[in-house]
């Protein structure tokens, strides 16, 4: 039985006093479960705030990006190192949004992957297809293509969370059905199995991103290969938040 995941991506939202006066009555609110992890990804200003007050809470602290060397002269960037000491166990890379706005490339992102589960992190890996790529029929095609190349020359996927996030249901309400989640979500598992064997593909979390909210949450974790959400402005505020987190299996 894998323990689900559920994330908060609060992408470039919230300062570091809003994110205190959420993360503070979010402890406070939440049940707690047995069967799922809780995490939060804030901006990386409001990670060492937001890090004291979760400390002995049931919630995880993530982050939203990273760079891959370990130190030195790169302005402007953050190391695992760092997010490490601010009590980080997770981090997100290769979403769509640096994909596309940063042009992030999978050469990129899987330099990203090593270095974080080389540290110690969680390494949430993003993929998704466009809606053109869904249109022309090469959904699983683009999928595949991510998945190997971000994870070229990993041993195996202990330290990796994977998201499936269709870049057209992301921050659109228009999330994909929860059918067509779990047909690509199975897909993946069977890749993950091809690439690393029986054991990591039954162990691998997959996540579902992409306009996840309290009216849909409850039927995309029916589904057997959806082990978990990614879930973006419907973190952002408490009342949804805590509905999607709540889900009913
Ligand atoms: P959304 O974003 O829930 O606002 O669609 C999801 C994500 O980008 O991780």
Same mark, same amino acid.
């Given at each position: 039985?894998?323990?689900?995941?559920?994330?908060?991506?609060?992408?470039?939202?919230? #300062?570091?006093?809003?994110?205190?006066? &959420?993360?503070?009555?979010?402890?406070?609110?939440?049940?707690?479960?047995?069967?799922?992890?809780?995490?939060?990804? /804030?901006?990386?200003?409001?990670?060492? /705030?937001?890090?004291?007050?979760? !400390?002995?809470? /049931?919630? !995880?602290?993530?982050?939203?990006?990273?760079?891959?060397?370990?130190?030195?002269? &790169?302005?402007?960037?953050?190391?695992?190192?760092?997010?490490?000491?601010?009590?980080?166990?997770?981090?997100?890379?290769?979403?769509?949004?640096?994909?596309?706005? &940063?042009?992030?490339?999978?050469?990129?992102?899987?330099?990203?992957?090593?270095?974080?589960?080389?540290?110690?992190?969680?390494?949430?890996?993003?993929? =998704?297809?466009?809606?053109?790529?869904?249109?022309?029929?090469? #959904?699983?095609?683009?999928?595949?293509?991510?998945?190997?190349?971000?994870?070229? =020359?990993?041993?195996? #996927?202990?330290?990796?969370?994977?998201?499936?996030?269709?870049?057209?249901?992301?921050?659109?309400?228009?999330?994909? #059905?929860?059918?067509?989640?779990?047909?690509?979500?199975?897909?993946?598992?069977?890749?993950?199995?091809?690439?690393? =064997?029986?054991?990591?593909?039954?162990?691998?979390?997959?996540?579902?991103?992409?306009?996840?909210? /309290?009216?849909?949450?409850?039927?995309?974790?029916?589904?057997?290969?959806?082990?978990?959400?990614?879930?973006?402005?419907?973190?952002?505020?408490?009342?949804? &938040?805590?509905?999607?987190?709540?889900?009913?299996?």
């Amino acid at each position: 039985m894998r323990k689900s995941l559920v994330a908060g991506n609060w992408k470039m939202y919230k #300062t570091p006093r809003e994110s205190i006066e &959420f993360v503070k009555v979010l402890k406070d609110s939440v049940k707690v479960y047995s069967d799922r992890d809780i995490l939060i990804c /804030p901006p990386f200003t409001s990670l060492v /705030p937001v890090s004291d007050i979760l !400390k002995g809470t /049931p919630i !995880k602290l993530g982050a939203q990006n990273v760079f891959f060397e370990e130190e030195g002269a &790169f302005t402007g960037e953050i190391s695992t190192r760092m997010l490490k000491d601010t009590g980080v166990s997770y981090i997100i890379c290769g979403h769509s949004e640096r994909r596309n706005i &940063f042009m992030e490339t999978d050469e990129i992102v899987n330099k990203k992957v090593k270095k974080i589960i080389s540290s110690g992190i969680t390494a949430i890996l993003c993929v =998704g297809e466009k809606l053109e790529e869904r249109e022309k029929g090469n #959904t699983f095609n683009v999928i595949e293509r991510q998945i190997e190349k971000c994870l070229e =020359g990993i041993k195996d #996927t202990a330290g990796v969370v994977i998201a499936y996030e269709p870049v057209w249901a992301i921050g659109t309400g228009k999330n994909a #059905t929860p059918e067509q989640a779990e047909e690509v979500h199975s897909f993946i598992r069977g890749l993950i199995e091809k690439l690393f =064997g029986k054991d990591f593909a039954e162990k691998i979390l997959i996540l579902y991103g992409g306009s996840v909210k /309290p009216e849909n949450i409850d039927s995309l974790m029916a589904q057997k290969d959806i082990d978990g959400v990614l879930v973006g402005g419907a973190s952002l505020k408490l009342e949804s &938040f805590l509905r999607i987190i709540d889900y009913k299996k």
